[in-house]
Every structure is written in C-alpha cells, then in structure tokens.
C-alpha cells in the first residue's frame, strides 16, 4: 500500500510504501506537489472518556472501549492511555477488566492501547492539588495493592500519576520504574526536597503541569517552579485554551522546547455538543459554544476538558505558541518518546499516519491509518 502527501516538517511531496504496518520506503515525489499534509498519528497520554462514554463509570464495557477508540481515530488519535483515575477500587478493577477483554478481542484497538495511565489513588488530599479526585478513595502509595491491578491488566499499566510527598512514594517510584512503568508527579503539594527525591528515584515527567494546584502559592519556591527546574522531568500540558493562560503555555514551552507534552484530558464530555449535563463529580455542568467545560453553580471552576487532542494542537498552532510542526511533535513523537518509542515518516516506523489539510481554522484530519490500515476517512 502506499500513501502519498507532503511532508509536515519538509513541505516535499512524499510517497510513503507500507508493508504490515511499518513504513518500509520513503520516496521524495520531487517536484510534485499535494494540498494533503502527511504527519505522524497523534498519542494521547490522558483520555479519561470521549463522546459520553466514561473510563471511570464503574461500569464501563469492552464495547464501550472500542466505541471509545472508533471516535478518538476520527480525530487522527493512532495511540492513547486510557485513564483511570482515583476510584472505589471495584470501580478500577472493572475498567481495567473492561479494557483488558476489548484488547484481547480487536487487534487495532490492543495496537492503539499503548498503556493505561493510572492517575490515582495515589494523590494529595489537600484542596486544590487533590482536584476533582474524591477525597474517601484516596490512598498512601500501596505496592502491592497496584501488583494486583497490575497482574489483573496482564501488565498494561504503563504510566502512574502521583504525588511524591506521601508516605512509602520514594520506593514506591523506585519499584514502578525498576518494572517499566513511567512515573508522573502530579496533584501534588510536594516541597522543593520531595520532588528532587522523586528525580532522583526516576520520576520523568509532570502530569498537567500548572493545573491541579493550589489557588494560591508561595512566590518561590513552589511546585510549578521546582518542576519546571527539574530538566529529567517532561511536562504534559492542557492546552485546550481554558486550562492555561497563554503565557503559561509559552513559559513552560521555553523552558522545555524539548520535552513539553500535549495531551487533552478530555473527559466523556469531550465530543458532545453545548449544552448542560450531569458529571458524577460536579453536580450539573456546563459545557459552552466555546469548548468551555464548567460546573453550573460555580462558573469560574473548570470541570474538566471536553476537547481532543487536535484541539489543543489547533490551539497552539492559532494562538503562536507553536509553529504547525512544532504542534504536531508535541501531540505525536513526544509523547511516544518518553514511553521509550519512536515515531516519525520513516523507514521502519509504524504506519500510524494522520492525512490532513491546513484551513483557516487549523488543521483538518482527512484521513487516519493505523497500524497501516485506514481507520478514518473523513466524507466530503
Ligand atoms: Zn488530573
């Protein structure tokens, strides 16, 4: 199979050779030109629903995980972790069980699991860092409470968010990298000692950096900076337009032009249309005409993200935080890089490819293939 466009990064019109999923020649069309853009398939870190399905309802089922994926691949998402956060461990063990059936029933759905990021219950109690994660599920890092979950994802748990200042964190990091697992600070209070302690340990990234925080902070030093100092620490951001001002968005990029990750957050309301709604954790909310997701009662407080991936790389590319192929990378070969993968329009890597075209409301995906089947093609 072959798939031809130009290239995001080189603007050369190219002609891509698939051979069971992989990418196994790279031919430069020289002068030849196509309005369709070839790129990288995006990866998102942290789903935690999309189009009214939730990760974290408790009853969640393997075909709601495939719906889940259908939809995300419409968006030109190849690869993401599904995300599980703080719960009645019931409630954990049946999403893990949920997902783990749909892996093993539908191949393309297993090839775009790259890992179930476990956000929780290892986070602080404290208001503001704790978020929206219910306070009565919360937990003091617990080793062999998480082998269990582990055992039970037939090792699919590939990333953990938590805070590195409660009791037993340090051995706790130390353990989960020893296994392969990819640890994240976040909802955290820690001081400025703990978080290098957590470095130290093989903590490699920030989850959301500059959200799930306190209202109000020490000027220096504090959490945000102490991450942001830190450069063995990646950070993921919630680009969506809400989540973060702009000038945090183009500090944190300055300061790790490198290792800044995208990712949406996106709750189940993600891909539904304006309008209110009940969440299980903020009573009636609000999702507005701009893409804004809040709790009804209280409007200032957001309720989440209910925007893809390809919003916030719209978002990046519309308000110059990023150039288009800059964008791209933080939505696409980053985030795969810190899982210890590589992406990219080359020979002998997977063909998960987004086709699309550049518009005046930023880039539209035409087409997905994952795994170099086409997964996606958008009807004209
Ligand atoms: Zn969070």
Redesign the pocket.
């Known amino acids: 199979m072959t798939i031809s466009g130009t290239h995001y990064k080189t603007g050369k019109a190219i002609q891509l050779q698939v051979e069971d999923g992989i990418i196994d020649k790279v031919k430069n069309l020289g002068q030849e030109s196509f309005s369709n853009h070839v790129c990288p398939g995006f990866v998102d870190l942290q789903v935690n629903g999309f189009m009214g399905i939730d990760f974290n309802s408790g009853r969640l089922s393997a075909d709601e995980v495939v719906s889940i994926t259908e939809h995300l691949w419409h968006t030109g998402v190849t690869s993401y972790m599904p995300t599980l956060i703080t719960n009645a461990t019931a409630h954990i063990v049946q999403a893990i069980e949920a997902i783990v059936t749909a892996c093993e029933r539908n191949k393309l759905v297993n090839a775009s699991i790259i890992g179930i990021h476990l956000?929780g219950p290892f986070l602080s109690k404290e208001d503001g860092p704790r978020?929206a994660h219910p306070l009565e599920h919360l937990k003091n890092p617990d080793w062999d409470l998480f082998v269990k979950w582990q055992e039970l994802s037939k090792n699919r748990i590939k990333k953990i968010?938590l805070a590195p200042e409660l009791e037993r964190a340090i051995d706790f990091i130390k353990n989960s990298v020893a296994s392969g697992i990819l640890v994240s600070l976040?909802?955290t209070s820690a001081s400025e000692e703990q978080i290098a302690l957590a470095v130290e340990a093989g903590a490699t990234m920030s989850?959301?950096l500059g959200?799930?925080a306190h209202l109000t902070l020490p000027r220096h030093p504090n959490y945000i900076w102490s991450q942001l100092s830190h450069e063995r620490l990646r950070a993921s951001i919630i680009a969506d337009g809400f989540h973060l001002p702009d000038s945090v968005i183009k500090v944190i990029t300055k300061v790790k032009p490198e290792s800044t990750i995208l990712v949406s957050?996106c709750t189940k309301f993600a891909g539904l249309s304006a309008g209110t709604y009940t969440s299980h954790i903020g009573g009636e909310i609000e999702l507005s005409a701009e893409g804004r997701l809040f709790i009804k009662k209280a409007p200032e407080m957001l309720a989440g993200s209910a925007q893809s991936l390809i919003w916030c790389v719209n978002k990046m590319i519309k308000s110059h935080l990023a150039t288009v192929n800059q964008a791209i990378d933080m939505a696409s070969v980053k985030p795969l890089e810190v899982l210890g993968k590589s992406a990219g329009l080359e020979k002998g890597k997977l063909a998960d490819l987004v086709i699309f075209q550049k518009e005046a409301c930023g880039i539209v995906v035409l087409q997905t293939y994952k795994s170099g089947q086409l997964v996606y093609s958008k009807s004209r």
Do not use: I, K, Q
């Open positions: 956000e978020g968010t976040g909802h989850t959301h959200n799930a957050d």
